[in-house]
């Protein structure tokens, strides 16, 4: 069986992310990091999809071109495909799950399909890619290689500081229904609370943009929590506008914690403290993967990558009466 880059990563001692940067971005790793992952890719045989192969051809599908979190991911997929001259195709499903399902359909005539956060159920998804060799970013899905963002860490991290300011009461803001990776937030959220014996009210669902965020805001102020960790920083940051119209302003009444680390919230007012995801590496890592899938190369166990918390001006300890 022909070696993959999971097999190289682990004879080199490095993460699958690491490994994969030796190979399409050699110049972010120090030389001899690089020169360990080379030479445990000629141990084992390992052919680079990137180097001496034919153009490929393959889909991007992602929910919503809009949001600059996808924004930012097709950079880095672009960024990567760049290397080997692979050229990619984009499909905007605009939170539409026929409009999802439509473009599955089209993008299995290409060499290959990376799925960036579908909203299809698991089972509709593996039916419709069927033999089409695909990636899936930021969702899991049995039998479909995927790279996964961390909803471990980072939002616990939240909570941990959350708590340490004094929080005893705290809100999500729920992202769309049916997405995977708020469901997986609000989990890991749900037992941060519990070891800490915080209150958690859960928020109903909006979009996950600014606008949804505004919708949120007077859910949010009834509630009483004193912090509201929202499903991503446009939700944050349309959460932060609306309390401020309902006469509450962020972080003296209400803390705000935002999940991606776009841009926009280490530029707003005030800063808006955010978990960091590694989109650009799930990009450049869901390119590789893909490329040794269309290869025929076997692509084994989901790659998870790490979050952080990144803490800025939008918390603060709680207002006490």
Not at 159 to 167: K, N, R, V
Not at 236 to 253: K, M, N, R, S, V
Not at 290 to 319: K, N
């Amino acid at each position: 069986m022909a070696a993959t880059l999971t097999d190289v990563a682990k004879r080199a001692g490095v993460s699958i992310a690491t490994a994969s940067r030796a190979f399409g971005e050699p110049d972010r790793l120090a030389p001899t990091t690089r020169e360990r992952v080379l030479e445990a890719a000629a141990d084992l045989g390992y052919a680079n999809p990137q180097a001496g192969t034919a153009t490929r051809t393959f889909g991007v599908i992602v929910p919503d071109v809009a949001n600059p979190v996808y924004g930012k991911l097709l950079k880095a997929i672009q960024g990567q495909a760049w290397h080997g001259r692979h050229r990619i195709v984009l499909f905007d499903a605009d939170e539409d799950l026929r409009r999802e399902r439509e473009q599955i359909e089209q993008a299995r005539k290409l060499d290959g399909i990376l799925l960036c956060s579908p909203r299809l159920p698991d089972a509709d998804v593996t039916a419709l890619i069927g033999g089409t060799p695909s990636v899936v970013v930021n969702r899991q899905i049995d039998g479909i290689p995927s790279v996964l963002m961390d909803a471990e860490h980072g939002p616990a991290q939240a909570i941990e500081h959350l708590f340490a300011l004094g929080h005893e009461h705290i809100a999500y803001a729920s992202g769309p229904r049916g997405s995977w990776a708020d469901a997986r937030r609000y989990d890991t959220i749900e037992r941060a609370c519990d070891r800490h014996g915080i209150r958690l009210t859960r928020l109903s669902h909006h979009e996950a943009s600014i606008q949804g965020g505004r919708a949120a805001a007077a859910l949010a102020a009834a509630s009483g929590a004193t912090a509201v960790v929202a499903y991503n920083d446009l939700v944050a940051i349309g959460l932060e506008a609306g309390l401020l119209d309902l006469g509450l302003t962020c972080p003296d009444d209400v803390s705000l914690v935002g999940i991606d680390d776009i841009d926009l919230a280490g530029a707003v007012t005030p800063g808006l403290t955010t978990v960091q995801m590694p989109i650009e590496r799930s990009g450049a890592l869901g390119v590789d993967l893909l490329l040794q899938a269309i290869a025929g190369a076997v692509v084994g166990e989901a790659a998870t990558l790490s979050s952080q918390l990144i803490v800025r001006a939008s918390t603060a300890a709680p207002r006490r009466a």
